[in-house]
């Protein structure tokens, strides 16, 4: 059975992504799950402790996949399918990113986390490009910084894309994430030697 708790992240969840921040309160999260607002005021006080608890259950689902990978097991492919994985998590979570400027302005503890994993992202990418520039899958810079951008750029991209998305469509929907997962991952490709534009190929 699911506990109260879990109904009223879920919910808000669902509201966030329909409605955005700006029409859902805690009355309206508490009509949804069918409880007083008194009650749900027992397990969250404040709107922002439910958008804390949601951003940590985003970044928990994205820290299990980055965990659970081996550095024997780095390849293109892999590194293709994790940015993808990712897209798709930003996308059940996606009122997150299209309120993110707001978000971070108000709550100093989703901004202190989100910088710091910013960084550590960027290591754990960095890491894995390394590994592909071993296995000859990736040129060595040419430029100061090149790779480090390439991370940012990806990060940018990341983090940014639903809202270029939900500017252009009508709607947000599996093509949609395939469209742009794209237009991400292509952002790669300069990046390969010839085995890795190949192996690329291979795999689209």
Known sequence: MIKTKEKILNSSLKLFNKYGLAKVTLRTIAKEVGISQ?????????????????????????????????????????LLDLIKSIMVYFYTYRFFLLDFVQIIKENKVIKKHY??????????????????????????????????????????????????????STQISIKTISKYSDIIIQEIYPYLTAKGKKEFHSLQ
């Open 38 to 78: 008194g009650n749900l005021n027992y397990h969250f006080k404040k709107r922002d402790e439910i958008i804390e608890a949601l951003y940590f259950q985003l970044v928990k689902n994205i820290d299990k996949s980055m965990v659970e990978i081996k550095p024997k097991e780095i390849n293109l492919k892999l």
């Open 115 to 168: 910088l710091e994993l910013s960084e550590l992202r960027e290591n754990q990418f960095l890491e894995m490009i390394t590994i592909l520039k071993v296995k000859k899958i990736m040129w060595e810079e040419k430029l100061p910084n090149e790779h480090n951008y390439l991370c940012k750029r990806l990060q940018i991209l990341s983090d940014f894309w639903i809202s270029s998305a939900e500017i252009e």
